[in-house]
C-alpha cells in the first residue's frame, strides 16, 4: 500500500466494490454470496459489492467470513445459502501468503462439499497467483474446469475496471473480458497511488 493512507485504502475498496456489485447485477443475478477475508479492507469492499447489489437488482446476497480452521464450515454454509455466484475477495491486510493459505482451502472445502454456483475471484488474490496456486489441487481443478469463473481487474492507464471470463487451458489461465466500467478520476488516483505507486492528476 502506497502513498495511501489507511482510511483512503478502506474508501477505494468502497468505490471498487460499487463497480463490482454493479457489475454483477448487470449479469442479471438475484442471489449471490460474498466470502471475504476477516479484516476491514476485504469487510469495506465485500460490503460495498453488498450494498450496490441488492440496491441495483433487488436481489439477496450474504456475507461470510473466511478464516483458517473454518473452511468445511464455510463451504457447508454457502452450500446451503445456494446462490447463482459466489464472490470470493481475499485481500486486505492480512499477510498475503496467509490469505493465499486460506483462499486455497476455502476451495478445497467448496470442492468437497460441491457447493453449486459460478464463481467471481478478486484482483489481489488472482494477481498474487491464489487461483494458480489452488488449481495445482487436482480435486480444486477437476471442481472449477466444471465451473463458470470471473475475474475483475484494473486498467491503470485506461481508468476501468474490467470484468473477464477465466478460461482454464491446460495448465494455463487465460481472461476474456466481457465488460468494462470507467472509473472516476477520484478512484484512478487511488488505485494508482495504492497499487502503482503514481499519482494521476487528469482522465
Not at 469487510?43 to 473454518?70: N, P, Q, R, W
Amino acid at each position: 500500500m502506497a502513498k495511501t493512507t489507511f482510511e483512503e485504502e478502506i474508501y477505494l475498496r468502497a468505490l471498487t466494490g460499487r463497480l463490482v456489485g454493479k457489475a454483477l447485477a448487470d449479469l442479471g443475478l438475484n442471489k449471490v454470496a460474498v466470502v471475504a477475508s476477516r479484516n476491514i479492507i476485504c469487510s469495506s469492499i465485500a460490503t460495498a459489492t453488498e450494498a450496490t447489489f441488492i440496491t441495483l437488482s433487488g436481489g439477496v446476497t450474504y456475507h461470510f467470513l473466511a478464516e483458517k480452521g473454518k473452511e468445511e464450515d464455510i463451504a457447508e454454509r454457502v452450500k446451503a445459502f445456494a446462490p447463482q455466484v459466489t464472490v470470493l475477495q481475499f485481500g486486505g491486510e492480512t499477510p498475503i501468503e496467509e490469505t493465499k493459505e486460506i483462499f486455497v482451502e476455502t476451495l478445497r472445502g467448496f470442492a468437497e462439499k460441491d457447493v453449486p454456483g459460478a464463481f467471481v475471484v478478486h484482483v489481489r488474490i488472482f494477481a498474487a497467483g491464489g487461483l494458480a496456486k489452488a488449481l495445482e489441487d487436482e480435486k480444486i481443478r477437476e471442481y472449477l474446469s466444471k465451473k463458470d469463473l470471473f475475474v475483475y481487474t484494473v486498467g491503470f492507464d485506461e481508468g476501468k475496471v474490467y470484468l473477464n471470463k477465466i478460461i482454464l487451458d491446460g495448465k494455463e489461465i487465460k481472461l476474456e473480458k466481457i465488460a468494462e466500467y470507467q472509473v472516476t478520476l477520484e478512484h484512478a488516483d487511488l488505485l494508482n497511488r495504492s497499487l502503482k505507486d503514481r499519482s494521476v492528476t487528469f482522465a
